[in-house]
């Protein structure tokens, strides 16, 4: 059906932009996303994510730049990609008005396939995303959890072998947020690719082969979750102090850590693990500091937009050329604090 | 292009029973809509009857009289009545995420807008049979009219519901909300009543009969009373047809126009 090989890229985007009115949604970003991966952009509302996924997924039309998916041009061909993709959009795009099975059966229609098929299609989803008993309810009386499963479920009846899946965890309580993980990481397990938007970091550290980040319409960094996470300045070891007097000494033996004056409280740049956190206990006991709280602190999605946006803190390998993977950061943490 | 004509007619199909779908589960609103002609012909036969009735018929008429002049009308007004259905439930059609999905799918790029057309014909011809059995039960019968009328009275019907419907679902695709499709969309319940559906146009005042008499609605009228009750057609039909046809193209590529810009 789609004419990518293994090897070849599923979605390539060069120079996407995309303006509504005066405002720059999309300035010129570009993504290429091998066969059978799960490619993450990863971004705070208004990013612009939700758009780049429109614009992909041929719902809506970009101002400029060259877009491939499936090996299809998404201006020149738009319905050769509709039928190379599947979509799941962050809002629920299910019938409310008529039961689940009833929208599987309402794909399987559109999708051309014969009825014996259909039904067994419909039947063999319902069953694998857990909505057997619900099958013959209306849709719009699921839980958010239920919603999405259906969506998703919708989204396989064609087999698509290329998935876009925007924000699909939003909203969702922790054990649903498990369980969609489950299903996108066997997904790609059958060789499906997958174009992920998410908010958060973990969600994005725990699925994507490939995460870039999307901020104020530009790709800020992207690498492999491990190479993104040396970018990012945020992860600190926290020591508080409850007098002021040790918290001034401590403050001027540890010349690397940034202070905190009204919190009484120091942070010394570390990734968490248990090396580094046994070298800053060494050097701590060396320079006989004794704090009050000791804590770890890891990088969330903040301590990425605080470094990938804030003026100082800039790393300087940020949008690096690609495809050149070799450009991507890979310089040790203190250069880049 | 015979491949892209059978998924045509396949996808619309499929959108069609989606629609049909709807108004099964939901048919409250269709009813309501229903509502609006049936207590008007009552109204007006019941309880304004007889001073109507004298009124058109020079003082000798009885109430049957008027219940005869009176049913065209009020069957192009139940057609007016219930496209207005059709544009609420386009406007909040195109609100839902699965209208979205349908877009980023293979399929007729037409058919779920001609899937809502098709839905409001067929339900416009079930409202006009519904609400002409009122108008039997209360004593309505055509004058002689051959199974010829009958057929092309069927006929206009069912152009008049294109017609209207395609307008009907401009509104919808224009309007934001279902609130506003129902505002948008009133002038196809007003103007039966400015048309000649419940007095004679001869009997308004003369700065109003230009009003009255160049709309879509009383040539379709007194097209459907001529073969009805066998009164003078004159040139109302073709003006009718006219009607229709312009009618039907101007919402169909205003629609479809509507259709294809990019979504919000």
Request: charged share 20%.
């Amino acid at each position: 059906m789609t004419t990518t090989t293994p090897h070849s890229p599923a979605i390539v985007a060069n120079g996407l932009r995309k303006a509504y009115g005066d405002k720059l949604v999309l300035d010129g970003i570009d993504v290429s996303v091998p066969a059978g991966t799960i490619f993450s952009l990863l971004g705070p509302n208004g990013a612009g994510k939700t758009t780049a996924v429109k614009i992909l997924s041929t719902l809506i039309s970009a101002d400029g730049g060259e877009l491939r998916v499936g090996g299809h041009d998404v201006a020149v061909d738009p319905q050769a990609v509709r039928a190379a993709i599947g979509v799941t959009g962050q809002f629920s795009a299910v019938d409310g008005l008529i039961t689940g099975e009833e929208n599987m059966l309402l794909m399987a229609d559109l999708h051309h396939l014969s009825k014996r098929e259909g039904r067994r299609v419909a039947a063999q989803l319902l069953e694998r995303f857990d909505l057997v008993d619900a099958a013959r309810k209306p849709a719009q009386s699921y839980s958010g959890g239920m919603k999405r499963r259906l969506d998703l479920a919708m989204t396989l009846v064609g087999n698509p072998r290329i998935i876009f899946l925007d924000e699909p965890t939003t909203g969702l309580d922790p054990r649903s947020r498990h369980n969609m993980w489950g299903i996108i990481r066997e997904l790609v397990s059958d060789g499906v690719t997958v174009f992920l938007t998410t908010q958060y970091l973990e969600e994005a550290d725990e699925l994507a082969h490939h995460i870039a980040v999307l901020n104020d319409g530009k790709i800020a960094a992207e690498g492999t979750a491990d190479e993104l996470k040396r970018l990012i300045p945020g992860g600190h070891v926290r020591l508080r102090f409850s007098d002021p007097a040790a918290y001034r000494t401590a403050a001027e033996a540890l010349r690397e850590a940034s202070t905190d004056d009204e919190a009484l409280s120091l942070r010394i740049p570390s990734d968490g693990s248990q090396r580094e956190l046994r070298a800053v206990l060494d050097w701590l006991d060396t320079a006989g500091i004794e704090a009050d709280e000791l804590t770890v602190h890891t990088p969330d999605l903040d301590d990425v937009f605080f470094a990938l946006t804030s003026g100082s803190g800039r790393p300087t390998t940020h949008r690096s050329n690609r495809p050149n993977q070799s450009n991507q950061p890979h310089q040790s943490k203190e250069n880049v604090r | 292009m015979s491949g892209a004509l059978s998924l045509a007619l396949r996808d619309s199909n499929t959108m069609l029973r989606r629609n049909l779908l709807h108004a099964r589960r939901y048919p409250s609103l269709t009813l309501n809509l229903l509502l609006t002609p049936v207590i008007l012909l009552l109204l007006f036969v019941y309880v304004f009857g007889d001073v109507m009735s004298a009124g058109i018929g020079g003082g000798g008429a009885d109430r049957s009289d008027y219940i005869a002049y009176i049913v065209p009308g009020i069957l192009m007004m139940t057609i007016g009545g219930t496209v207005v259905g059709a544009a609420v439930s386009v406007s909040m059609d195109m609100t839902e995420g699965v209208i979205a999905r349908f877009r980023t799918m293979a399929i007729h790029r037409g058919s779920v807008i001609i899937g809502h057309v098709v839905g409001s014909v067929l339900q416009s011809l079930a409202s006009v049979l519904l609400v002409g059995a009122v108008a039997v039960a209360i004593g309505f019968r055509s004058t002689d009219a051959t199974a010829l009328e009958w057929l092309a009275a069927f006929g206009l019907v069912g152009l008049v519901a294109l017609a209207l419907t395609w307008i009907a679902v401009g509104m919808g695709l224009a309007s934001p909300n279902a609130e506003a499709a129902s505002n948008n969309a009133l002038p196809l319940i007003l103007l039966p009543l400015i048309s000649s559906a419940f007095v004679p146009i001869d009997a308004m005042p003369g700065w109003f009969q230009p009003v009255a008499e160049y709309q879509p609605f009383t040539p379709a009228i007194e097209t459907l009373r001529g073969l009805l009750l066998g009164t003078e057609i004159g040139n109302n039909g073709w003006v009718a047809l006219a009607w229709c046809l312009g009618l039907s193209v101007l919402g169909y590529r205003w629609s479809t126009a509507l259709f294809n810009r990019d979504p919000k």
